[in-house]
């Protein structure tokens, strides 16, 4: 019995591929993007499409996924906090192993970073979450040379490239120069 819903976007069914060695499928589909998909910042939007070119290939141990995923991204930038909307593509591989080829072995910790088979049935989700989130930059810049926000005023830098203020005063200093301007 298997936990994984055969109608599940991201759950792919390997049963025609069966245990030859060699074997192989391409296909290609377009599904809606799961919920927390990407980082604090910059991340595909829940529902969006998620364009998949897999090819899925029978080997000894299980099956090896390969494939690429072109996503949307929605976002805003690190340093002035203009909204962001970006594609990006991004690559993986992975084996899934069949889930009998460990019995009789001892199971250790190694065991849960190894993805499974699930009888026929394997579940893409956390691999494409795993590629996305690691493709994706820490901090996301709207451009390469963004100068980000005025740190006294919060003013947005590109806008105004001139933008300044006085020089401002020590406030150890400040009641001296009151003192100065009482004189003139």
Known sequence: MTSLDPRAPFVLDTRELGRRPGSQR????????????GIEVLAVP??????????????????????????GLRGECARCLEPIEDETEV??????????????????????EVS????????????????????LPFQPLC???????????????ADDPDHGH??????????LTALGKDES
Do not use: H, N
């Open 26 to 37: 391409e296909l290609t589909r377009t599904v809606p993007a799961p919920a927390d998909l």
């Open 46 to 71: 829940e529902g969006s499409p998620v364009e998949l070119d897999l090819r899925l290939e029978a080997v000894m141990e299980g099956v090896l996924v390969t494939g690429t995923a072109r996503v």
């Open 91 to 112: 690559g993986f591989q992975e084996l899934f192993v069949y889930d009998d080829t460990r019995v009789g072995q001892d199971t250790d910790s190694e065991d849960d």
């Open 116 to 135: 499974k088979l699930e009888g026929d049935l394997l579940d893409l989700e956390p691999l494409l979450r795993d590629a996305v989130v690691l493709a």
């Open 143 to 157: 451009q390469d040379d963004c100068p980000g926000l005025c740190p006294e005023c919060g003013a947005r830098l």
């Open 166 to 175: 006085e020089a401002a005063i020590d406030p150890r200093w400040a009641r």
